[in-house]
């Protein structure tokens, strides 16, 4: 028996309906017994949102480090782990351990590597890792460049009906580029790619997943050039989603600066039109889910000359606050933010979570979409604080997040 | 007409006229200070040409070239540019490792550091490690190349070079012909010849034309015969050899056809056009033996000499705050 969380005064938003109400939520025993007007038991843990969010935790796909405080501080009651581990996730018993790792405050939810070793030439035991755990399918930081391997990957995890989560970037163009090719790369001096590599990667992709009838998914799309790809699989009936993050949303090239390695992302940072084209496919659409890319990186990794420094960032902490934006801008409502953050995401995993129902488990997050704050790389909870952001003032502060009816973070 | 100097006298009390600790880059340098670098070298060149070479300003203070990457005339002109001014030169030759470079590198940094240099030369082939190191350490940097990034001292004596053949920079038409993608050289020269005035053209095949590279002011041609058209200065680059099999060009016969600076080819420039090269040359891939050699037109071992001159000026002028210089506290 755990002791009952209940949380009143709060703006509850269900994203499986697009919906606000107002009142409270009493968990019990792991699970959500009431929503609404809910009668607070004595003995209870009581937190009063003051008027605040009270929404679905969040499920955040494709993070590369299962990083408990820096999720907790964030919001995130589960992710979907990368298969890029060392050692890498291409066995069952890797898998099943994964699961097992951050639990209870944190559920692991792994994704097989797509091939042995991530090396792009042979399948991994797809089927057994199924079996200990695997909610997808990932190719990792890398493309698979023989287009024979993917149609295979795509036929062979569709029997499985799981999800293939795709890293979009041509290798033949990408290879040792360091940025996205445009002014800032070239002042630089810094190896640089097209970003057609993105838009290429996808369209194979695309192709070989309708051949297979398979469901893929681009973790993070960042051109405008993807999008439209994307827009017309859709309207062919492809089993197509897409990710993007909050990186390529609310940052361009420029924010190299000069050799800034925290903005070393991949994809990396692209130019202005198409930061500009990933908002707009988040207003139409497009986008089905906003993930944070958590790769969090200490200074060995990062205190070095750009193009040697490894690409990535801390993204767990930030991933509401810089979301927010989205909202605050009138392009998406906030319980289409939710949804982004939590159902969507569950659903393209088939976890059961994302939604708050009776019955259901006590994954909450608590928040203050107006509660100004600023992003700091010395205080932030995680593995490390590299990010973008960093000093950046920002809005919305999660106050409370619940997984399995326990407070992991207040 | 651009601003070339404010003149000594429209700066404020105790501001000197080239207010850097390092030199990292042409970027974010202002015109005038330019100019004042090429001004002091103009004095070096002077000094190198009589024989008593040697000037003790730097005498007591320690030089550590750092070189990441192999080069021997680079190295060899910033040696002998701190000789010439006293200082105890130190080179250190670290050639870069594959891997755990970065490591290697800021731990190298340290290392200089806790040496107690009075000035650090580097050069890296990674693009923005000398401004990495430069954070590390107490000293001058000046920067001797990285990766693709700039290659500041070659820029200065490429233009104290123009400005003392043609007597002015601004209104020139300067064509910097070859790997411009790979090229630091190129970046540099276009920073600091467009601050100049210069109207500065790129010729390059389409497989080394740098992405978006007008947005830094110049323009860019893929035929070379017409990017020369009535230049006044042909400054060619060298072609990496390497650059052959990563199916950039083709073959060297293919580019001297295309890209190559012949007599004929010439021709089309300026009637006095001068022809540089930042060295050393591929002779016979990207330049022709008889234009190299022509005393007339290439300024290439002028362009090595004005090298030292450049480079005693940037060492004195940066550590002239450690010296104790007056105004330069």
Same mark, same amino acid.
């Given at each position: 028996?755990?002791t009952?969380?209940?949380?009143?005064?709060?703006?509850?938003?269900?994203?499986?309906?697009?919906?606000?109400?107002?009142?409270?939520?009493?968990?019990?025993?792991?699970?959500?017994?009431?929503?609404?007007?809910?009668?607070?038991?004595?003995?209870?843990?009581?937190?009063d949102?003051?008027?605040?969010?009270?929404?679905?935790?969040?499920?955040?796909?494709?993070?590369?480090?299962?990083?408990?405080?820096?999720?907790?501080?964030?919001?995130?009651?589960?992710?979907?782990?990368?298969?890029?581990?060392?050692?890498?996730?291409?066995?069952?018993?890797?898998?099943?351990?994964?699961?097992?790792?951050?639990?209870?405050?944190l559920?692991?939810?792994?994704?097989?590597?797509?091939?042995?070793?991530?090396?792009?030439?042979?399948?991994?035991?797809?089927?057994?890792?199924?079996?200990?755990?695997a909610?997808?399918?990932?190719?990792? @930081?890398?493309?698979?460049?023989?287009?024979?391997?993917?149609?295979?990957?795509?036929?062979?995890?569709?029997a499985f009906?799981?999800?293939?989560?795709?890293?979009?970037?041509?290798?033949?163009?990408?290879?040792?580029?360091?940025?996205?090719?445009?002014?800032?790369?070239?002042?630089?001096?810094?190896?640089?790619?097209?970003s057609v590599?993105e838009?290429?990667?996808?369209?194979?992709?695309?192709?070989?997943?309708?051949q297979?009838?398979?469901?893929?998914?681009?973790?993070?799309?960042?051109t *405008?050039?993807?999008?439209?790809?994307? #827009?017309?699989? @859709?309207?062919?009936?492809? *089993?197509?989603?897409?990710?993007?993050?909050?990186?390529?949303?609310?940052?361009?090239?420029?924010?190299?600066?000069?050799?800034?390695? $925290?903005?070393?992302?991949?994809?990396?940072? @692209?130019?202005e039109?198409?930061?500009?084209?990933?908002?707009?496919?988040v #207003?139409?659409?497009?986008?089905?889910l906003?993930?944070?890319?958590h790769?969090?990186?200490?200074?060995?990794?990062?205190?070095?000359? $750009?193009?040697?420094?490894?690409?990535?960032?801390?993204?767990?902490?930030?991933?509401?606050?810089?979301?927010?934006?989205?909202?605050?801008?009138?392009?998406?409502?906030?319980?289409?933010?939710?949804?982004?953050?939590?159902?969507?995401?569950?659903?393209?995993?088939?976890?059961?979570?994302?939604?708050?129902?009776?019955?259901?488990?006590?994954?909450?997050?608590?928040?203050?979409?107006?509660?100004?704050?600023?992003?700091?790389?010395?205080?932030?909870?995680?593995?490390a604080?590299?990010?973008?952001?960093?000093?950046?003032?920002v809005?919305?502060?999660?106050?409370?997040?619940?997984?399995?009816?326990?407070?992991v973070?207040? | 007409?651009?601003?070339?100097?404010?003149?000594?006298?429209?700066?404020?009390?105790?501001?000197?006229?080239?207010?850097?600790?390092?030199?990292?880059?042409?970027?974010?340098?202002?015109?005038?200070?330019?100019?004042?670098?090429?001004d002091?070298?103009?004095?070096?060149?002077? =000094?190198?040409?009589?024989t008593?070479? &040697?000037?003790?300003?730097?005498?007591?203070?320690?030089?550590?070239?750092?070189f990441?990457?192999?080069?021997?005339?680079?190295l060899?002109?910033?040696?002998?540019? +701190?000789?010439?001014?006293?200082?105890?030169?130190?080179?250190?030759?670290?050639?870069?490792?594959?891997?755990?470079?970065?490591?290697?590198?800021?731990?190298?940094?340290?290392?200089?550091?806790?040496?107690?240099?009075?000035v650090?030369?580097?050069?890296?082939?990674?693009?923005?490690?000398?401004?990495?190191?430069?954070?590390?350490?107490?000293?001058?940097v000046?920067?001797?190349?990285?990766?693709? &990034?700039?290659?500041?001292?070659?820029?200065?004596?490429?233009?104290?070079?123009?400005?003392?053949?043609?007597?002015?920079?601004?209104?020139?038409?300067?064509?910097?012909?070859?790997d411009?993608?790979h090229?630091?050289?190129?970046?540099?020269?276009?920073?600091?010849?467009?601050?100049?005035?210069?109207?500065?053209?790129?010729?390059?095949?389409?497989?080394?034309?740098?992405?978006?590279?007008?947005?830094?002011?110049?323009?860019?041609?893929?035929?070379?015969?017409?990017?020369?058209?009535?230049?006044?200065?042909?400054?060619?680059?060298r072609?990496?050899?390497?650059?052959?099999?990563?199916?950039?060009?083709?073959?060297?016969?293919?580019?001297?056809?295309?890209?190559?600076?012949?007599?004929e080819?010439?021709?089309?420039?300026?009637?006095?056009?001068?022809?540089? &090269?930042? +060295?050393?040359?591929?002779?016979?891939?990207?330049?022709?033996? &008889?234009?190299?050699?022509?005393?007339?037109?290439?300024?290439?071992?002028e362009?090595?000499?004005?090298g030292?001159? =450049?480079?005693?000026?940037?060492?004195? =002028?940066?550590?002239?705050?450690?010296?104790?210089?007056?105004?330069?506290?």
């Amino acid at each position: 028996m755990t002791t009952p969380v209940a949380i009143i005064n709060a703006r509850i938003i269900d994203p499986v309906n697009g919906r606000e109400t107002r009142g409270g939520v009493l968990c019990a025993n792991r699970k959500i017994v009431a929503i609404g007007q809910v009668q607070v038991p004595s003995g209870a843990k009581r937190i009063d949102a003051k008027g605040t969010i009270v929404a679905p935790g969040f499920v955040d796909v494709g993070v590369f480090s299962a990083d408990p405080h820096a999720c907790a501080a964030g919001g995130i009651t589960r992710v979907a782990l990368m298969p890029d581990q060392s050692p890498v996730l291409d066995d069952p018993a890797l898998v099943a351990r994964a699961t097992a790792a951050r639990k209870p405050d944190l559920w692991v939810h792994p994704l097989a590597a797509a091939t042995r070793g991530l090396e792009g030439l042979e399948l991994a035991e797809i089927g057994l890792m199924k079996a200990a755990g695997a909610v997808g399918v990932a190719t990792g @930081r890398r493309w698979i460049a023989s287009s024979g391997v993917m149609s295979r990957l795509f036929a062979y995890a569709n029997a499985f009906d799981l999800p293939i989560i795709v890293h979009a970037e041509d290798g033949g163009l990408a290879d040792g580029a360091a940025a996205t090719a445009g002014e800032t790369a070239t002042r630089l001096g810094i190896p640089s790619a097209p970003s057609v590599a993105e838009a290429l990667a996808v369209a194979r992709d695309l192709m070989l997943a309708e051949q297979a009838g398979a469901h893929v998914h681009f973790r993070q799309l960042s051109t *405008r050039a993807s999008f439209d790809l994307i #827009r017309q699989a @859709r309207k062919r009936g492809v *089993r197509v989603s897409c990710g993007v993050s909050p990186a390529h949303l609310l940052l361009s090239d420029i924010a190299i600066g000069a050799f800034r390695t $925290y903005a070393r992302l991949s994809p990396p940072l @692209r130019s202005e039109d198409d930061r500009l084209a990933t908002i707009e496919a988040v #207003r139409d659409g497009t986008v089905d889910l906003i993930c944070s890319g958590h790769d969090p990186r200490g200074t060995d990794d990062k205190r070095l000359p $750009y193009a040697d420094a490894a690409p990535g960032m801390a993204g767990a902490e930030t991933l509401l606050a810089l979301s927010l934006t989205l909202v605050r801008d009138e392009v998406i409502s906030l319980p289409r933010l939710v949804a982004m953050l939590s159902s969507t995401p569950a659903s393209l995993l088939g976890l059961p979570a994302g939604q708050l129902k009776v019955g259901g488990d006590a994954d909450l997050v608590v928040f203050d979409p107006d509660a100004p704050w600023r992003v700091d790389d010395d205080k932030m909870q995680g593995q490390a604080g590299n990010t973008p952001f960093d000093g950046l003032p920002v809005q919305g502060k999660v106050t409370a997040t619940i997984k399995g009816g326990e407070i992991v973070s207040r | 007409m651009i601003e070339i100097s404010p003149g000594p006298s429209s700066l404020s009390p105790g501001v000197h006229p080239f207010p850097h600790r390092h030199l990292l880059g042409i970027n974010g340098l202002q015109p005038w200070e330019i100019t004042y670098l090429l001004d002091e070298a103009e004095a070096w060149v002077t =000094v190198n040409r009589g024989t008593a070479k &040697h000037d003790g300003r730097l005498s007591g203070l320690t030089q550590i070239n750092a070189f990441f990457e192999n080069s021997t005339r680079t190295l060899l002109s910033f040696e002998i540019a +701190g000789k010439r001014l006293g200082a105890d030169v130190v080179n250190m030759a670290v050639a870069s490792s594959s891997v755990k470079k970065g490591e290697t590198l800021l731990d190298t940094a340290l290392t200089l550091n806790a040496m107690r240099p009075d000035v650090i030369v580097i050069r890296h082939d990674a693009s923005g490690a000398v401004a990495l190191i430069a954070e590390k350490v107490d000293c001058p940097v000046l920067n001797a190349g990285d990766g693709r &990034h700039e290659h500041p001292t070659q820029a200065l004596l490429d233009a104290l070079t123009i400005r003392r053949r043609k007597g002015r920079i601004e209104g020139l038409t300067v064509a910097i012909c070859g790997d411009v993608l790979h090229s630091r050289v190129a970046r540099s020269n276009i920073l600091a010849l467009t601050a100049l005035g210069a109207n500065v053209r790129v010729v390059a095949p389409p497989t080394l034309m740098p992405p978006a590279i007008e947005a830094m002011g110049v323009t860019p041609f893929l035929d070379m015969d017409r990017g020369i058209e009535g230049a006044d200065v042909v400054m060619m680059l060298r072609l990496q050899r390497e650059r052959m099999t990563g199916a950039y060009v083709p073959s060297s016969r293919e580019y001297l056809a295309f890209y190559g600076l012949t007599r004929e080819r010439l021709e089309r420039a300026g009637k006095n056009a001068l022809v540089m &090269h930042p +060295g050393p040359m591929n002779r016979g891939v990207e330049i022709e033996s &008889h234009v190299a050699d022509d005393i007339h037109r290439s300024a290439i071992t002028e362009q090595v000499e004005m090298g030292v001159a =450049v480079r005693m000026a940037c060492m004195d =002028v940066l550590t002239r705050a450690r010296r104790g210089v007056e105004g330069w506290a």
